[in-house]
């Protein structure tokens, strides 16, 4: 077993050359939610329905082509995927700059979801690190991404301001390119290739059994959750406290910057060969319950705090998810595995989002807390049916 604590220079490369092709990818991809309902309006064609659909078609088309390009890396190599995804997805950012219309912008973002690499990209940071530091590389990422985001409510209508909606996805292309840079420049040239497979060795159980369809529900929640709660609090600090929305950055960085020691102490719980439950049980419970704190809140200062506790769970879940698939998944199908958990995030995306539309319509955001109260004691309660153990991965003799 690998007792080493400490990074190398290759995975130290290979994890910050990762967590920056993450983060100029995402950085992209986040600047537009905060805009597009806005400066989209007056496109010929527009109304509410398509701009619905303008601003889920990425997630859908991520949802539909996580798992084949995941399955895909396993039998060609994760780099390949990767450069061929990260081009779709500067083309789909040119087709929607170019967009006259909202049907343009909705072409555009059915090609940027096209170019669907987190599955690849989760693979090959995992086959770049050993076990004992593949937490520490998801954290990485996972930090990048919660940091593309914070930047990109704040950057995203500045530039629109200054550009318009062209220039965001005219941005968006430009950080893609940046993207396709680090991964023919940076990563290195002696990345693991994914080991091959044999024929016969493909089967449901060795992606669908053990332990491991708990963490694609764990997934679909954590995402699900999350975009229930943006459904709500932004509304919230508007309309309840009074907070203009052009100030919201500030909530938002303070308490994501608050949150980050405590999730880090929870990931270190959750990482090596380590039962993760003990960890996830924490993050999960800091997740819902922030949320039903923000949600609940009777003053602005309260929001921040339960804010802050749930970004805690999002910061630790989102490390310590995928490092624990990678464990438990077999090492010839972990791209396959990978891609499975990213669907059921895709779909958490698009399902929790229109859940929560529906239910928030029907009997407001009580009705959406005393939903996620529920799902938490269900997720809590699957997560301690068993252990965790890398049972599978045994089936390859790794």
Same mark, same amino acid.
């Given at each position: 077993?690998?007792? =080493?604590?400490?990074? %190398?220079?290759?995975?130290?490369?290979?994890?910050?050359?990762?967590?920056?092709?993450?983060?100029?990818?995402?950085?992209?991809?986040?600047?537009?939610?905060?805009?597009?309902?806005?400066?989209?309006?007056?496109?010929?064609?527009?109304?509410?329905?398509?701009?619905?659909?303008?601003?889920?078609?990425?997630?859908?088309?991520?949802?539909?082509?996580?798992?084949?390009?995941?399955?895909? *890396?396993?039998?060609?190599?994760?780099?390949?995927?990767?450069?061929?995804?990260?081009?779709?997805?500067?083309?789909?950012?040119?087709?929607?700059?170019?967009?006259?219309?909202?049907?343009?912008?909705?072409?555009?973002?059915?090609?940027?979801?096209?170019?669907?690499?987190?599955?690849?990209?989760?693979?090959?940071?995992?086959?770049?690190?050993?076990?004992? =530091?593949?937490?520490?590389?998801?954290?990485?990422? !996972?930090?990048?991404?919660?940091?593309?985001?914070?930047?990109?409510?704040?950057?995203?209508?500045?530039?629109? *301001? *200054?550009?318009?909606? =062209?220039?965001?996805?005219? @941005?968006? #292309?430009?950080?893609?390119?940046?993207?396709?840079? &680090?991964?023919?420049?940076?990563l290195p040239k002696n990345a693991p290739?994914?080991?091959?497979?044999?024929?016969?060795?493909?089967?449901?159980?060795?992606?669908?059994?053990?332990?491991?369809?708990?963490?694609?529900?764990?997934?679909?929640?954590?995402?699900?959750?999350?975009? #229930?709660?943006?459904?709500?609090?932004?509304?919230?600090?508007?309309? %309840?406290?009074?907070?203009?929305?052009?100030?919201?950055?500030?909530?938002?960085?303070?308490?994501?910057?608050?949150? &980050?020691?405590?999730?880090?102490?929870?990931?270190?719980?959750?990482?090596?060969?380590?039962?993760?439950?003990?960890?996830?049980?924490?993050?999960?419970?800091?997740?819902?319950?922030?949320?039903?704190?923000?949600?609940?809140?009777?003053?602005?200062?309260?929001?921040?705090?339960?804010?802050?506790?749930?970004?805690?769970?999002?910061?630790?879940?989102?490390?310590?998810?995928?490092?624990?698939? %990678?464990?438990?998944?077999?090492?010839?199908?972990r791209g396959t595995a990978?891609?499975?958990?990213?669907?059921?995030?895709?779909?958490?995306?698009? @399902?929790?989002? #229109?859940?929560?539309?529906? &239910?928030? *319509? #029907?009997?407001?955001? =009580?009705?959406?807390?005393?939903?996620? !109260?529920?799902?938490?004691?269900?997720?809590?309660?699957?997560?301690?049916?068993?252990?965790?153990?890398?049972?599978?991965?045994? @089936?390859?003799?790794?």
């Amino acid at each position: 077993m690998d007792t =080493q604590t400490t990074l %190398t220079s290759g995975e130290r490369r290979a994890i910050l050359a990762l967590g920056s092709l993450y983060s100029f990818r995402m950085l992209g991809l986040f600047m537009v939610l905060p805009v597009l309902g806005i400066y989209a309006v007056d496109l010929p064609g527009a109304t509410p329905e398509k701009l619905g659909i303008a601003l889920g078609a990425y997630g859908l088309t991520q949802a539909c082509l996580q798992l084949p390009l995941g399955w895909l *890396s396993d039998r060609i190599g994760r780099l390949p995927i990767v450069v061929a995804g990260l081009c779709l997805f500067i083309a789909g950012s040119l087709v929607a700059a170019g967009a006259e219309t909202i049907h343009g912008i909705i072409a555009g973002r059915f090609l940027q979801g096209a170019g669907a690499i987190a599955a690849a990209l989760t693979a090959l940071a995992a086959d770049s690190t050993r076990e004992s =530091q593949r937490t520490k590389a998801m954290a990485v990422i !996972g930090a990048s991404v919660g940091l593309s985001f914070v930047m990109a409510i704040v950057l995203g209508p500045v530039i629109a *301001s *200054s550009l318009g909606l =062209q220039g965001v996805f005219l @941005v968006t #292309a430009a950080l893609g390119a940046v993207g396709l840079v &680090i991964v023919l420049t940076v990563l290195p040239k002696n990345a693991p290739k994914a080991a091959a497979i044999a024929d016969g060795d493909w089967a449901a159980d060795h992606v669908f059994g053990g332990r491991l369809p708990v963490l694609y529900a764990s997934v679909f929640l954590l995402h699900g959750l999350m975009m #229930a709660t943006f459904l709500i609090i932004p509304a919230t600090l508007v309309n %309840t406290f009074d907070f203009a929305a052009s100030e919201h950055w500030k909530i938002y960085l303070l308490t994501v910057v608050l949150s &980050i020691p405590p999730a880090l102490l929870i990931m270190r719980m959750g990482r090596g060969g380590e039962d993760p439950r003990s960890a996830l049980s924490l993050a999960i419970i800091a997740l819902v319950g922030g949320i039903l704190v923000a949600l609940l809140a009777p003053n602005l200062t309260t929001v921040g705090v339960g804010l802050c506790f749930m970004f805690v769970g999002i910061n630790a879940l989102e490390a310590i998810l995928p490092a624990t698939v %990678t464990r438990v998944a077999p090492g010839r199908l972990r791209g396959t595995a990978l891609g499975i958990f990213a669907t059921c995030q895709f779909l958490g995306i698009f @399902v929790g989002g #229109a859940l929560a539309g529906f &239910i928030l *319509s #029907a009997g407001g955001s =009580q009705a959406v807390a005393g939903l996620a !109260g529920f799902l938490a004691l269900a997720w809590l309660i699957a997560l301690w049916r068993r252990p965790f153990t890398p049972v599978i991965a045994a @089936v390859f003799h790794e």
